[in-house]
């Protein structure tokens, strides 16, 4: 029921702000920029008597989109990858704050004014070792590697219905999506490996194979002036496995522009897959960008 609830007031918010999207028609032929920003935030204390743990840590940011726009088509591409890290007095290991590589591609023919026959491929992983954190019997910090390139990776697509407004608002609905989950079959002959521990990978096997209902929505808009939001929410549902768990993957960027190349940035991204961790995945970024935009 919390689920549900989550679902429908993040469904719900992209609704309401769908009338704050700004209608830009897109040019015709191909149409590419992006932007690469790095976020730089620090804490030191010296004597301080509340207390306090000295740390520095950077987030590298890339979005590049291309796009193709003829009369009765449309197909649009984007790439994100992000990697940070921070450092901590207390800690002997640097830690990630973010590992992410991304590659969305949505093709559209116009069925009539806004609707679109579409096909869609996403496909996702990291680009380093991850890591679970745990003392030994002395207190020592330890750790064991958890996760690593391509696994997990996760490549989903399917035919489907685009509702898009613009550029900067569209829904894309897939009713019979395919997705495969790749791990490295290391982690999944471990011993006392338990069946589905693993990103819902059975034991010695190294992928999972889902068909089920994939939605996907974004929304870009100014919410004040040189403050823009942009907001990207997908939903799936397996068929053929507790269709009732639907994964959600919410992502939100909101940039106040200070100058031309200097911003502060709020990143938040929620996501919720039983196969990867029984609860809410949670991460908030904020910190000053230095930015460049091709």
Same mark, same amino acid.
């Not at 960027?253 to 609860?279: C, P």
């Given at each position: ?149 391509? #696994? ?13 407004? #613009? ?128």
């Amino acid at each position: 029921m919390v689920m549900k609830k989550h679902i429908l007031l993040i469904t719900l918010l992209f609704f309401t702000i769908q009338s704050f999207s700004q209608e830009e028609k897109s040019k015709l032929g191909w149409n590419t920029d992006g932007i690469i920003t790095f976020l730089f935030n620090q804490s030191a204390f010296s004597n301080w008597v509340a207390g306090g743990e000295n740390n520095v840590a950077g987030n590298l940011n890339v979005n590049y989109n291309f796009n193709y726009t003829a009369e009765n088509h449309t197909w649009d591409n984007r790439i994100l990858a992000s990697y940070g890290i921070t450092k901590s007095k207390n800690s002997p290991f640097t830690k990630k704050t973010d590992d992410r590589l991304e590659f969305n591609s949505l093709y559209g023919k116009q069925a009539s004014k806004n609707w679109f026959y579409s096909a869609f491929l996403n496909f996702k992983t990291q680009f380093t070792k991850g890591y679970n954190y745990s003392k030994d019997e002395n207190g020592k910090e330890i750790r064991d590697e958890y996760t690593n390139f391509l #696994s997990p990776a996760y490549l989903t697509f399917g035919p489907g219905m685009l509702w898009k407004k #613009s550029d900067n608002f569209k829904i894309n609905l897939a009713p019979a999506t395919a997705k495969f989950t790749f791990v490295d079959d290391y982690f999944t002959t471990t011993p006392n490996y338990v069946d589905g521990d693993y990103f819902g990978i059975d034991e010695g096997e190294n992928s999972r194979f889902e068909l089920g209902f994939n939605a996907s929505m974004f929304a870009k808009f100014n919410l004040f002036e040189n403050v823009s939001m942009e907001n990207i929410l997908n939903l799936y549902s397996n068929y053929l496995e507790d269709p009732e768990n639907i994964d959600l993957d919410y992502t939100m960027n909101m940039v106040m522009s200070i100058n031309k190349f200097l911003s502060a940035n709020i990143i938040f991204q929620t996501i919720y897959d039983d196969n990867a961790y029984e609860g809410f995945q949670v991460r908030e970024v904020f910190g000053l960008g230095i930015n460049y935009k091709f």
